[in-house]
């Protein structure tokens, strides 16, 4: 199929791009590059530079080419989106009305939505299944429940059919280290682990060791990026296949500590990575994880490459290399 990778220059958006072309699709990357890049690009796939805000050159990318859209252009910190909605507003809610308006000019019926365990909000019950109550604790996780709403609606009124595919949390590099751009600024926890331990920032803060869990520090479903790749193209097949949209978790239903993700990475890497506990950060659930059985079911899909040892080799081989190291 041809397909439309709309943020295909970042950090997921680069591992679905990869997935699809290993598949034998033909892909082309919109993205306006201001947190994708260009080395994560790939010169099989062809590139349009341009924004989600953009609608008549969004509309013009898409002019009658493509049989499938893959929408993964969105600001992702939630703890930002709680200090400047606007710019959530506008980017990750109008510009994917823009996207979701220009398919339907367009002609492309098929979408598969980057969409967020944060719609879910403080869990009421564990693992999180798809029929948990949606109630978005932060802004990020609003934009992404009302995007989903937004796609519901043109499923009824325009035939859009849609995958919305509710990630935990994304983290580690490809297993066969085809893509090395660095995230520019990260604020997720593997990352920042990562930049403690080569040296980029000095520390790792602990947002808060008093939960109740284990340890006392926060417990989350990391999904592997090549896992969740495989989910879309999964997932798209599916809508195409069955002619029915799609709402599912993919998360590896496996919990990991924050400290366990520091004490593992001071073991793999064999540096000292300094952590300093500091005050929880508002908004934070003690522990969030999946049950991923829906896409197991429907999709026959399962997390491959999700402990830990994994997550966070192949995101040490980046960083080190990044380094010098
Ligand atoms: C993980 C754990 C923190 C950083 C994110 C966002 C969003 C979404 C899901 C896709 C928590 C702790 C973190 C640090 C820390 N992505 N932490 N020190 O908040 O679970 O959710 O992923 O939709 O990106 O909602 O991810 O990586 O920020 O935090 O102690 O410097 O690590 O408290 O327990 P989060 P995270």
């Not at 033909?26 to 953009?54: H, M, W």
């Not at 580690?172 to 085809?178: I, Q, S």
Request: aromatic letters at 8%; charged letters at 20%; glycine letters at 8%.
């Amino acid at each position: 199929m041809n397909i439309l990778v709309v943020g295909g220059a970042g950090y997921i958006g680069s591992h679905v791009v990869r997935e699809f072309l290993d598949r034998g699709h033909r892909v082309t990357v919109y993205d306006n590059l201001s947190s994708g890049l260009e080395q994560n690009l790939f010169p099989e796939a062809q590139f349009v530079k341009g924004d989600i805000l953009d609608y008549d050159n969004l509309t013009s990318a898409m002019k009658g080419r493509f049989d499938a859209l893959i929408h993964l252009a969105a600001f992702k910190a939630a703890g930002e989106s709680m200090l400047n909605p606007q710019k959530y507003s506008v980017n990750n809610i109008s510009g994917s009305i823009n996207i979701i308006n220009a398919a339907v000019e367009t002609g492309i019926r098929n979408i598969v939505f980057s969409s967020s365990a944060a719609v879910f909000g403080e869990p009421e019950y564990l693992p999180i299944d798809e029929k948990h109550p949606t109630n978005p604790e932060n802004y990020y996780g609003f934009t992404k429940l009302e995007i989903e709403s937004f796609l519901k609606w043109y499923e009824k009124l325009k035939g859009i059919r849609f995958a919305a595919l509710r990630y935990f949390n994304a983290a580690g590099y490809d297993v066969k280290g085809r893509i090395t751009g660095l995230e520019k600024n990260p604020a997720n926890l593997l990352p920042v682990v990562m930049e403690a331990a080569c040296g980029m920032r000095a520390e790792v803060q602990v947002f808060g060791n008093d939960y109740d869990t284990a340890d006392g520090t926060g417990v989350r479903d990391y999904i592997h990026v090549n896992d969740l790749a495989v989910g879309h193209v999964s997932a798209l097949e599916y809508i195409v296949k069955n002619e029915q949209s799609l709402i599912v978790n993919l998360g590896s239903e496996n919990g990991i500590s924050v400290m366990e993700m520091i004490e593992e990475a001071r073991r793999i890497t064999g540096k000292p990575i300094p952590a300093k506990i500091a005050g929880r950060r508002p908004g934070d659930p003690a522990k969030l994880t999946a049950t991923s059985q829906m896409a197991h079911d429907l999709l026959d899909w399962t997390a491959r490459h999700s402990d830990i040892e994994t997550l966070i080799r192949t995101s040490w081989n980046v960083y080190a290399k990044n380094m010098g190291l």
